[in-house]
């Protein structure tokens, strides 16, 4: 099953358009508030959805939840590639919300299930790790096959469309998981809305009764809920330092950005691959969960911390460096973290518990996209290509990260 839980993660990644999204959207001639309000519709349709649909995997069926989220995806990619104005380009939002809220967490609890079955709960970290290694290497592969379908046809349109097979073969992967994994899908046939509630109620009851599980939500809201928004203005850092490269000067700035975007987002998703599958090293070395993710915290929030002078002295090869870094941290970050809920919730609402905490970071991530999008078109021309100095409101979600690390760091101390 290890094999198949990875070739899920590699189908799913093999997202086309993800290193070209807002140059895409930029090149059909949106702003950046426009840009961050589209983020937002999808983040807030995952807000809406995430906690009925966590608990409607635990109660109805996972392999029914996820199915249905990898069919979604088809349906908001092709319409991605067809639409030309907000309305449309909304709903293809909405589309990925109801994807992405399927799925989260969902995949997770089944492979936690499936170890459990095994009685390998020990190597959570470990093949968690593993599993979405094979999803960053899938995002590395796509990079490079987007940057050659943009080179080629002269238009980022068309990693949209392309980006609708893997998901569609997903279907098939997901439909075919054992019946075993399925937890909870008796619920079905006792009431679907009475199961799901009552799993519902039973995650938010943990909630309660638990400060660990409440205090987990609060580091992954500092550290991922407005990376999940940051990351994507490498791009337009990248489509500056294209431009200063020495090499394929007489080439079409198009293709250069295409190729040097492609390139540089590989080369994040493979680092991100091996930081994943070796995230339970560092936790080892680190002294455990607690420390790891603490030493996490910390370096990410000094790196985003002093992002904003590489793009204010207009150094956009530094800036996309910073870059790098933040996102070989979050690859590290995601195994210990999801190990950790798993330690601290009950078997049956696993999809739920973590179905919570990515609701959390889809709020974090609503409120930051309009915000950061607001700012930077403050600072910002209205030409495609936008001066990287005007990025530098990006910096504004180190200031949770500050804050979590400085909470975790005093009560080590006073421990």
Known sequence: MIFRFSLYGFLKNLRFFEAFLILALRERGFDFLAIGTLISVREITTHILEIPSGAAADA??????????????????LLLGAAQ?????????????????????????MIYAWLREQGRQSEKTAVYGYTRSWSKKGSAISALIAAALVSWSGSYASVFYWS????????????????????????????????????????????????????????????????????????PVLQTAALTLPIMGGGDPLSRTAWITGITYALVFFLGSAASRRAHRWEEW?????????????????????????????????????????GVLQNLWRPIQV???????????????????????????????????????????????????????????????VLAWACRFRRTTVA
């Open 164 to 235: 609708a097979l893997p998901s569609l073969l997903n279907v098939i992967n997901l439909a075919t998981y054992p019946k075993s994994l399925d937890i909870g899908c008796a619920g079905f046939r006792k009431g679907v809305l009475k199961a799901a509630f009552a799993t519902l109620a039973d995650s938010f009851r943990e909630f309660r009764q638990h400060r660990p599980l409440r205090r987990l939500v609060g580091d992954s809201l500092a550290m991922e809920g407005g990376y999940e928004v940051v990351k994507d203005y490498l791009q």
């Open 286 to 326: 680190a002294g455990g969960s607690e420390a790891a993710t603490r030493r996490l915290l910390g370096i990410s929030g000094l790196i985003l911390g002093l992002l904003p002078l590489a793009l204010l002295a207009g150094l956009p090869w530094v800036a996309a460096l910073a870059f790098v870094g933040l």
């Open 339 to 401: 190990g950790r809920f798993d330690d601290h919730s009950s078997e049956g609402i696993g999809a739920t518990v973590l179905s919570v905490e990515a609701q959390a970071k889809s709020v974090a991530a609503a409120l930051w996209a309009p915000l950061l999008g607001a700012c930077i078109d403050v600072h910002a021309r209205g030409d495609e290509a936008v001066a990287i100095s005007s990025l530098w409101p990006i910096c504004l979600p180190a200031l949770p990260l």
């Open 85 to 109: 104005s907000f309305a449309p380009l909304a709903a293809a939002m909405v589309l990925y919300g109801l994807g992405d809220a399927f799925r989260s967490g969902t995949h997770k609890a």
């Open 60 to 77: 109805w069926g996972r392999k029914l939840c996820m199915v249905g989220s990898m069919s979604a995806y088809v349906a908001c990619f």
